[in-house]
């Protein structure tokens, strides 16, 4: 009975152990598993990058070549403005095949005039408040159903966010406030830098410091969710229609649409702006001469609000890359031919 009961306890010790063992060889067969899948999904990752690399390449080439074509104007019907269709790159790709598996490898995307949009850097310059900018954002609230008053809080925090140019009147130190010192003080005061005075208006002024805390500098759209009064369903619904670029730039009449392009003069619906782009559609404004006869001298455009070239560029890709995906937006600004020949440059990359 011993020898039994001795034996049947060496059976079940055998199989507690055989199955450690198996519970042991299936982790580390599971824990080599992940490995070699993260080291694929890496691997991945780092292709859809580099593709991602070719089509901005591609993107600044088309982009360069076009502005060689058309150095004064442009237009929604020149070669840049052409979306590129889903492609498929798997035959361009070195990739080591694996038997049955289903490889796909596609690019599309399409190049957006970013000077189409109202840009949100010409509310202020070096801290100073633009009201004629404000009230072109002002109507452009309005054609969107929006508060047009909040134009003027977009444009005192995009004033705070930026450096106050100190003006040094001649004979006279400057001022922490910016309007300068000594003799003369009084009349650099009294004259707004947008109208070309050398120091800033009180109104100037106090629109700047009615942001209370520390202002961010504005980088992009969603930064207005910063300004009070504004909601994420709003900033949703103006990101077709405004951007921020690093420096002041006209609007494109010729690639802006109909609410941007209404915002510009001050007695324009959106409706008559649409009879402008279905106009546009026949033939590009080569100039604004062009631009201001089509509309004619009953409808003053606000000065360097407009003009019909474009520097600056919003590059759209989306890559499919088996399981891997990467959809990125890139900002390129293009030099005119007239600088050094040209060229163009990435200025930022957003990954989603």
């Known amino acids: 009975m011993r020898g039994l009961r001795e034996s049947g306890v060496a059976v079940i010790t055998a199989l507690l152990l055989t199955t450690l063992a198996i519970s042991i060889v299936a982790s580390l067969f599971w824990q080599q598993q992940v490995q070699v899948r993260s080291m694929e999904n890496q691997r991945l990752h780092l292709q859809t990058k580099w593709i991602l690399r070719g089509a901005l390449d591609w993107a600044s080439l088309v982009l360069f070549q076009d502005g060689l074509d058309h150095r004064d104007f442009t237009a929604l ?29 596609t690019l599309s995307g399409n190049i957006i005039d970013a000077c189409s949009r109202y840009n949100l850097r010409n509310l202020a310059d070096k801290g ?3 009201t004629q900018q404000t009230e072109v954002f002002g109507r452009l609230l309005r054609n969107l159903q929006m508060d047009q008053q909040l134009a003027g809080r977009a444009a005192a925090f995009v004033a705070a966010g930026q450096p106050l140019e100190t003006v ?28 070309g005075g050398t120091g800033t208006t009180a109104a100037q002024r106090a629109a700047r410091s009615s942001v209370a805390g520390s202002p961010i500098k504005f980088l992009a759209v969603d930064d207005l969710l910063t300004v009070p009064g504004f909601t994420p369903a709003m900033v949703e619904r103006l990101r077709p229609f405004v951007i921020v670029l690093p420096e002041v730039t006209p609007v494109n009449v010729n690639t802006a649409p109909a609410e941007v392009l209404a915002s510009l003069m001050p007695n324009m619906s959106v409706s008559e ?13 080569r100039d604004m001469n062009y631009f201001s006869s089509e509309i004619g001298q009953s409808r003053p455009i606000t000065p360097n609000a407009a003009g019909v070239r474009s520097d ?25 031919t007239l600088i050094a020949g040209g060229g163009t440059q990435v200025v930022w990359i957003r990954q989603y």
């Open 273 to 285: 702006a649409n009879s402008l782009v279905v106009r546009r559609q026949r033939a590009a404004w």
């Open 312 to 336: 600056w560029f919003l590059v759209n890709s989306r890559i499919r890359l088996d399981r891997a995906a990467l959809d990125a937006e890139a900002l390129i600004h293009r030099f005119p």
């Open 128 to 130: 100073i408040v633009d």
């Open 77 to 105: 019907d020149q070669v840049w403005a052409t979306p590129l269709a889903e492609t498929r790159l798997d035959q361009y790709i070195e990739r080591e095949r694996v038997e049955g598996e289903n490889f796909d490898a």
């Open 168 to 195: 040094t009147p001649e004979g006279g130190a400057p001022n922490p406030d910016g309007t300068g010192g000594g003799a003369g003080a009084g009349a650099a005061g009294g004259e707004g830098a947008a109208g």
